[in-house]
């Protein structure tokens, strides 16, 4: 997880992790709050490193690279993940998959913002046009991967991470799957603006999927 300002809710995911996973889960956080997050992740058994705030890409980035596990599971620090979910992922993985993708709007995803919502299924469908294949979901911060796949690929947006982790592996062979999950709302107050994110988002999915083709 990169956390930033999420005391609210950053126990509760932490606790959630260590009961599905039995406590056999390593959680890393990559922190650049302002307030108590670090200390809870800590008192809650995290491993937090610290990083001056340099957007979300930046600190999932170094998370997703820290761990040294076979599988790597990415989630948002605000609660609105099915945690109890998790195990499907780990199943699918262990099943063959490189990837399981949460889909949150599979089911709706009615306590996300309507403007989110649409932004996400315009994002699915630019991503879906530019790669000649259909995916439901670029955005979600709730995945698996086996380890090789992050390792393998060098990753290169910032605020539009989230996309090109699913993109790039797609697009090079990974057999992927999306996994319908029941998106919750948001424990804290969001720290991305949503049009100056959205376009960001929405540049980083036209440049990775036009890189991935012309690689």
Known sequence: MGTYNEEAAIATVIDDIDEVTDGNAEV??????????PEIA????????????????????????TPDRPIVVTTDCDDTYPMEQLPEFLDAINAGY???SGDRLYHGAEAMPAFN???????????????????????TGMRAYRREVVESI?????????AELLIR????????REQPIAYRERAGE???????GGLAIAKSIVKVCLGERFR
């Open 28 to 37: 890393v956080c990559v922190d650049g709050s302002s307030d108590r997050t």
């Open 42 to 65: 800590r008192e809650k058994g995290a491993r937090v490193i610290d990083q001056e705030p340099q957007g979300y890409g930046v600190a999932v980035r170094e998370a997703i690279l």
């Open 98 to 100: 490189d990837v399981v």
């Open 117 to 139: 919502r649409f932004g996400n299924h315009a994002f699915a469908a630019i991503a879906s046009a530019l790669m000649g294949e259909r995916i439901h979901d670029t955005t």
């Open 154 to 162: 060098e990753w290169t947006e910032n605020t539009g991470l989230s």
């Open 169 to 176: 592996p797609l697009m090079r062979g990974y057999e992927i």
């Open 190 to 196: 969001t720290k991305l603006d949503p049009i100056e």
